[in-house]
T-cell receptor
């Protein structure tokens, strides 16, 4: 079983839709989580950190459920520019112990 | 402020050839990393350096060597390239806090024939 698992998608949604991705992690010792965004043939970029209390940044909301060992990303009012691959990342111990999921691809269409 | 700069952007090698991927960061970060990204595999850590003068193996170090030349620079060397090393390579750096986010370079696309 992979340490961090994501549905690869693609998720095809119309502009304006709300879409949610889940990510599960297997190591209960993981203490920090992140969502990164990666555009085609580009480097990953930090989208947001995920806090225990949940956090929101504009149209994006991230939540952490430690009991069930999953994190989620909700995107409201999807834009064409949101089309990308979203990587779920878990940190266990030091920064060298970052584990990346394989990513969920989102395609927003007109 | 360039962030993390990687060179080259593209490279084609023949099996057995050697090359060095260069990486430099101007954010005064202590930690630097080399990852490879392959379809369906996610990003996998090759080597990392927690501070100048130290390097440690990651998940997939075989076939690679690294050098932390100074605080700014962290290079990755393939001594004898193999087709299995065809991949996209990313350098990254991070600050000292344990949950500091990674800042990535724009990648090197390497093909080994």
């Amino acid at each position: 079983r992979k340490e961090v698992e994501q549905d690869p998608g693609p998720f095809n949604v119309p502009e304006g839709a709300t879409v949610a991705f889940n990510c599960t992690y297997s190591n209960s010792a993981s203490q920090s989580f992140f969502w990164y965004r990666q555009d085609c043939r580009k480097e990953p970029k930090l989208l947001m950190s995920v806090y225990s209390s949940g956090n929101e940044d504009g149209r994006f909301t991230a939540q952490l459920n430690r009991a069930s060992q999953y994190i989620s990303l909700l995107i409201r009012d999807s834009k064409l520019s949101d089309s990308a691959t979203y990587l779920c990342v878990a940190l266990t111990g030091t920064a060298s112990k970052l584990t990346f999921g394989t990513g969920t691809r989102l395609q927003v269409t007109l | 402020n360039a962030g993390v700069t990687q060179t080259p952007k593209f490279q084609v090698l023949k099996t057995g050839q050697s090359m060095t991927l260069q990486c430099a960061q101007d954010m005064n970060h202590n930690s630097m990393y080399w990852y490879r990204q392959d379809p369906g595999m996610g990003l996998r850590l090759i080597y990392y350096s927690a501070s100048e003068g130290t390097t440690d193996k990651g998940e997939v170090p075989n076939g690679y060597n690294v050098s932390r030349l100074n605080k700014r620079e962290f290079s990755l060397r393939l001594e004898s390239a193999a087709p299995s090393q065809t991949s996209v390579y990313f350098c990254a750096s991070a600050g000292s806090s344990y949950n500091s986010p990674l800042h990535f370079g724009n990648g090197t696309r390497l093909t080994v024939t």
